[in-house]
């Protein structure tokens, strides 16, 4: 039985693959046909080098590698590489991902591939936050939500639109964040496949409001168990929310901790967004922060 062929090494594809690319000028002179083959076998092995470079966790010789194969290759090809550039770069140097990301997305609209770019932006909007720059990744949200909604998927504006949300979370600006679940509420409430949604947005537009003050909160509670049945006092949701707003009333803290303490959504304690809310709404009692 023959013995199986040896895997050659991410370094020695890339040897082969440069050794062909310079051999090619010569070929012009010659056939233009077997130089155009010439030129699509390079690309071929240059793929090759990158992909078994990404298995041996050599992910800078990964992007030099990809960057090579996008000479002559076709635009979606192009849109190839630029996911396998960022996506190597995403393992050792993050920040330059965003640039691929986005040369990615840009090729994906020119050919009509919308939801595809739209998830590219949506990558790079991750790093974006990641580094803490909210409008940035704002920026590519928006632009990715549009184009999820121009290709009327639903879903995935939605879910965009409750990513832009959170950042503006972050960035402490709950006016903004509380409007933009309050959209999303309204926009899923009557939907059959999305309404069970909508009291989640609805939780964290009060979350939103009581972080501006508790009058607002009290408010914008009150009018959203007046007017949507899913958001009623059976409601895990609004219990919690009715007792944190007399908690802030009677500047009680003790009271407000045990409430989130005891409190059966797993919201509470696992989601970062929620427990920026909590927190922030938390310091107000003791009169730590200025209103936003």
């Known amino acids: ?110 050919l009509n591939r919308f939801p595809t770019a739209a998830g590219c932006l949506e990558k790079a909007a991750d790093v974006y936050e990641q580094c803490e720059n909210f409008e940035k990744a704002n920026e590519c949200l928006i632009t990715a939500q549009r184009f999820y909604v121009q290709e009327r998927q639903k879903a995935s504006a939605g879910r965009v639109k409750t990513r832009m949300a959170n950042i503006r979370v972050q960035q402490r600006k709950f006016m903004d964040a509380k409007l933009l679940f309050e959209e999303m509420a309204e926009l899923v409430k ?17 979350l939103c409001s009581l972080c501006i003050d508790v ?40 009271q407000y901790v045990q409430y989130i303490k005891d409190s059966p959504l797993a919201s509470i304690k696992n989601d970062k967004y929620i427990k920026i809310l909590i927190e922030d709404i938390k310091q107000k009692i003791d009169g730590d922060i200025d209103l936003k």
């Open 1 to 110: 039985m023959a013995a199986a062929k040896e895997t050659r090494t991410a370094e020695v594809l890339l040897s082969e693959a440069n050794k062909k690319s310079r051999s090619i000028g010569s070929l012009f002179n010659k056939v233009f046909s077997n130089a155009s083959n010439a030129l699509e076998n390079t690309r071929a092995l240059y793929m090759k080098a990158g992909n078994q470079a990404k298995s041996e966790g050599r992910y800078d010789l990964a992007v030099e590698a990809y960057k090579k194969a996008l000479s002559g290759a076709e635009q979606f090809e192009q849109a190839s590489c630029y996911e396998n550039i960022a996506a190597s770069y995403m393992m050792f140097e993050p920040s330059k991902a965003i640039g691929a990301f986005q040369k990615a997305a840009e090729l994906h609209c020119t």
């Open 190 to 206: 009557d939907d059959s496949l999305l309404r069970y949604g909508a009291k989640d947005h609805y939780f964290r537009a009060v």
């Open 215 to 254: 009058d607002n909160g009290q408010i914008v509670f009150d009018q959203y168990t007046a007017d949507n049945p899913s958001f009623d006092n059976y409601q895990p949701e609004v219990k919690l929310l009715r007792n944190l707003i007399q908690c802030v009333r009677d500047g009680n803290k003790e």
